[in-house]
């Protein structure tokens, strides 16, 4: 019985549902704060970030490249076409419970619009806002 | 010993189209910039790779399942003797050729549906992970296949990868195979670009 409890505990963390947008916020918003004493994550400056323009990639100068200009609609990949999940927590409960997950993508994605990884605070904005907008 | 003709062309085209399609698929892995070209190619490797299964019973000689599919005593025999720098010489593929293909294949096919699955959103977060390990398997089979092919070439002294494109290796003129099939290789093209195409739109 209790290896049949130890096995449920590793299936479940195996199924990447492991954490909430709370706490991959403040996961981020704890490593921004030991750079920037008094560090808070700000739904706005995430706003900000999601709607910025660069210069680093034609095809997809920007988040909303992909995502549109609303994060609760589902959005649309700028060279396939094919469709993409809304980001806003609100239309997609699966968005920000898996640390792992929002890491890669943060990874990939930051490299390829904005040309450079995304610090810490400015993932902890990002999260505040997708879990704040409706 | 001469030179004789063993592979059939669908062999080398395939063999040739999968490292391409790998290669190119491994590189465009984490970009979204490259979707489509990555989509594509691995699409080329499944393609290749399911051409391939009935090829292993319609194929020439050497390219059949029967010719070279070996249970794990041949493997670590032709192992054993390939640490003691000595390897059995076989015209077609040695077993442990033959596992690399096997591996492949069902890897290669494996991998491709399962990006298939991701590309048209058909999976969660388990398929992307899915589809990352497979790869990753993948190109371990791959390196090892490399080293394989390194070691055989210096000891039989004979070049493999130049085989895998001439077609030619050593053996006796009455093991040649009749046909490079130059039809089947046709098809063969046909079935990559219609897959190809078909992913792409």
């Known amino acids: ?3 049949l409890t130890a096995l449920c505990l590793l299936l479940t963390s195996f199924a990447s549902q492991a954490e909430t947008p709370q706490q991959i916020r403040q996961s981020y918003a704890s490593e921004a704060a030991a750079q920037q004493a008094g560090f808070t994550a700000s739904a706005q400056r995430g706003e900000a970030l999601f709607r910025q323009r660069f210069s680093n990639n ?3 100068p920007s988040c909303t490249s992909c995502h549109t200009d609303s994060p609760v609609k589902p959005g649309q990949h700028a060279i396939t076409g094919k469709a993409v999940r809304p980001l806003a927590v609100s239309a997609n409960a699966e968005r920000f419970t898996d640390l792992a997950k929002t890491e890669k993508w943060f990874g990939r994605n930051c490299k390829e619009v904005i040309g450079r990884a995304c610090t810490p605070a400015e993932k902890s904005d990002f999260v505040a806002y997708m879990s704040e907008v409706r | ?17 999968m490292v391409g399609g790998f290669i190119i698929a491994w590189l465009t892995a984490e970009s979204e910039t490259f979707r489509l070209v990555h989509a594509v190619s691995g699409g080329i490797v499944l393609a290749v790779a399911t051409f391939r299964l009935p090829w292993g019973f319609i194929g020439s000689r ?4 029967v010719d070279f599919v070996r249970g794990p005593t041949a493997l670590k025999a032709y192992a054993a003797g390939l640490l003691k720098l000595e390897p059995a ?11 690399a293909i096997i591996l492949l ?6 991998t491709g549906l399962a990006g298939w699955a991701n590309y048209n959103d058909l999976g969660r977060n388990w398929l992307e992970e899915l589809h990352e390990g497979l790869a990753a398997t993948m190109l371990t089979v791959i390196i090892i296949h490399l080293i394989g092919v390194a070691s055989g070439s210096l000891l039989h002294g004979e070049n493999l990868v130049r085989t ?3 077609g030619f290796k050593s053996g006796l003129p009455e ?7 130059p039809i089947a290789a046709a098809l063969l093209l046909i079935w990559v670009a219609a897959a190809s195409w078909w992913i792409a739109n």
Not at chain 2, 62 to 65: D, E, K, Q
């Open chain 2, 105 to 110: 294949l069902g890897l290669g096919i494996l």
């Open chain 2, 89 to 99: 010489h076989h015209v077609g593929h040695n077993p442990a050729g033959g596992w």
């Open chain 2, 164 to 166: 895998m494109i001439t």
């Open chain 2, 62 to 65: 050497y390219a059949r399942f």
């Open chain 2, 1 to 17: 010993m001469q030179k004789i003709l063993v592979w059939d062309w669908p062999v080398r085209l395939g063999h040739w189209l």
């Open chain 2, 175 to 181: 093991q040649a195979i009749p046909s490079a099939r």
């Open chain 1, 1 to 3: 019985m209790r290896a």
């Open chain 1, 58 to 60: 034609d095809k997809m």
